[in-house]
């Protein structure tokens, strides 16, 4: 992958594939773009369908700069860094996708940056959910922290931890961006989306829920459900599928 200086001096990993109209895809927490879209065939898909992807690992994944300190997380500071490369590359007009936190960081960069002209969103879970809320936060960056993982009790937490184990993720860098609050955007920037949106779930996901409230909450959003739960939906060849065709219609 190649590497560049963002906004504040940390350097993020990116790399491009094939040609067309330009398409981002922005991964989950403790996964990165190789993981999350390289291993699962979404990016080949998208490519395949004649499609210019830009593959980024956000910082403190994959092989991007992994700062300790919550201050390099905060102030959407992981949206700056999608813009930062935007600019880079010179790209005037782009479709974003995302997954789990990569969705989070999706829509925000929607309502900010003009742009972006549509939008996928995987992974995001209910509304209403604990996944994004301060305390869950806390107790995930916790278990990140925790040297010893039997004596983690909450199994959100714990599934956390063992995914970035599984990951090899650098969990202080995890730990502090949990602890930067960089979690689901609230009803209020969700209802400021105004491009096209498609959202596509695990129906089995039971880590953070269904999405049908979240997907509410996006002006005209297209909700899409998929066999499997959060980690698994990704690799199916439905939600490849789905992505391609939305993809194509906008």
Same mark, same amino acid.
């Given at each position: 992958?190649?590497?560049?200086?963002?906004?504040?001096?940390?350097?993020?990993? !990116?790399?491009? /594939?094939?040609?067309?109209?330009?398409?981002?895809?922005?991964?989950? +927490?403790?996964?990165?773009?190789?993981?999350?879209?390289?291993?699962?065939?979404?990016?080949?898909?998208?490519?395949?369908?004649?499609?210019?992807?830009? /593959? *980024?690992?956000?910082?403190?994944?994959?092989?991007?700069?992994?700062?300790?300190?919550?201050?390099? !997380?905060?102030?959407?500071?992981?949206?700056?860094?999608?813009?930062?490369?935007?600019?880079?590359?010179?790209?005037?007009?782009?479709?974003?996708?995302? !997954?789990?936190?990569?969705?989070?960081?999706?829509?925000?960069?929607?309502?900010?940056?003009?742009?972006?002209?549509? /939008?996928?969103?995987?992974?995001?879970?209910?509304?209403?959910?604990? +996944?994004?809320?301060?305390?869950?936060?806390?107790?995930?960056?916790?278990?990140?922290?925790?040297?010893?993982?039997?004596? *983690?009790?909450?199994?959100?937490?714990?599934?956390?931890?063992? +995914?970035?184990?599984?990951?090899?993720?650098?969990?202080?860098?995890?730990?502090?961006?949990?602890?930067?609050?960089?979690?689901?955007?609230?009803?209020?920037?969700?209802?400021?989306?105004?491009?096209?949106?498609?959202?596509?779930?695990?129906?089995?996901?039971?880590? *953070?829920?269904?999405?049908?409230?979240?997907?509410?909450?996006?002006?005209?959003?297209?909700?899409?459900?998929?066999?499997?739960?959060?980690?698994?939906?990704?690799?199916?060849?439905?939600?490849?599928?789905? *992505?391609?065709?939305?993809?194509?219609?906008?």
């Amino acid at each position: 992958m190649k590497s560049f200086e963002s906004f504040d001096g940390v350097r993020i990993a !990116y790399e491009e /594939l094939g040609d067309g109209d330009a398409t981002l895809l922005h991964h989950g +927490f403790a996964s990165d773009s190789k993981i999350n879209w390289v291993r699962t065939g979404v990016a080949r898909a998208i490519v395949d369908a004649g499609r210019r992807v830009v /593959l *980024i690992d956000a910082r403190g994944h994959g092989r991007s700069e992994k700062p300790h300190d919550i201050e390099a !997380y905060l102030g959407g500071a992981m949206e700056h860094d999608v813009q930062a490369l935007l600019d880079r590359l010179e790209i005037e007009e782009v479709s974003v996708v995302g !997954y789990s936190m990569g969705s989070f960081v999706a829509v925000r960069l929607a309502v900010s940056d003009p742009r972006v002209h549509s /939008l996928v969103l995987g992974g995001t879970g209910t509304l209403e959910g604990s +996944f994004s809320s301060r305390e869950q936060a806390q107790s995930i960056a916790e278990a990140l922290e925790a040297d010893d993982r039997s004596a *983690i009790a909450d199994p959100t937490a714990l599934a956390f931890r063992d +995914f970035a184990d599984a990951t090899g993720a650098d969990r202080a860098a995890l730990a502090a961006i949990q602890r930067a609050g960089c979690g689901a955007p609230g009803v209020e920037v969700l209802g400021a989306v105004t491009v096209p949106t498609l959202v596509v779930n695990g129906e089995r996901d039971a880590l *953070i829920g269904r999405p049908d409230s979240f997907a509410g909450a996006i002006p005209q959003a297209e909700l899409k459900l998929v066999p499997g739960d959060h980690v698994s939906a990704v690799v199916r060849r439905e939600f490849r599928q789905a *992505i391609v065709r939305f993809l194509s219609e906008h």
